[in-house]
Nanobody, 123 residues
Framework: QVQLVESGGGLVQAGGSLRLSCAAS????????LGWYRQAPGKQREFVGV?????????SDSVKGRFTISRSYAENKVTVYLQMDGLKPEDTAVYYC???????????????WGQGTQVTVSS
């Protein structure tokens, strides 16, 4: 089992920055993909980006060049970060962290989910 807890959301003006964190605990060494999704009001959840166990990152076209995913390891925990720069009002959404143990499905993690954190970008 893997537990995910997000933090770092909030309100920011357009053009500003925020960094989200997602602390993963449990069977962290079996994780092959850690990623972020978002869901805006009235819209479907969409993929934002992911980092593989080997450190490869993939981003959606809508955030490429503005958002950066990284991670750090502690004793029994891995934390994945989503650095969001150049925020736009259309980035407003609930952001979710997700993880997968699948080696072939690492690019779209969906086995484990966090509770979500709200990001609001004002114009």
């Amino acid at each position: 089992q893997v537990q995910l807890v997000e933090s770092g959301g909030g309100l920011v003006q357009a053009g500003g920055s925020l960094r989200l964190s997602c602390a993963a605990s449990g069977s962290i060494f079996s994780i092959n993909g850690l990623g972020w999704y978002r869901q805006a009001p009235g819209k479907q959840r969409e993929f934002v980006g992911v980092i593989s166990s080997g450190g490869t990152t993939v981003y959606s076209d809508s955030v490429k060049g503005r958002f950066t995913i990284s991670r750090s390891y502690a004793e029994n925990k891995v934390t994945v970060y989503l650095q969001m720069d150049g925020l736009k009002p259309e980035d407003t959404a609930v952001y979710y962290c997700a993880a997968t143990k699948s080696r072939t499905g690492w690019m779209r993690p969906s086995e484990y989910w966090g509770q979500g954190t709200q990001v609001t970008v004002s114009s």
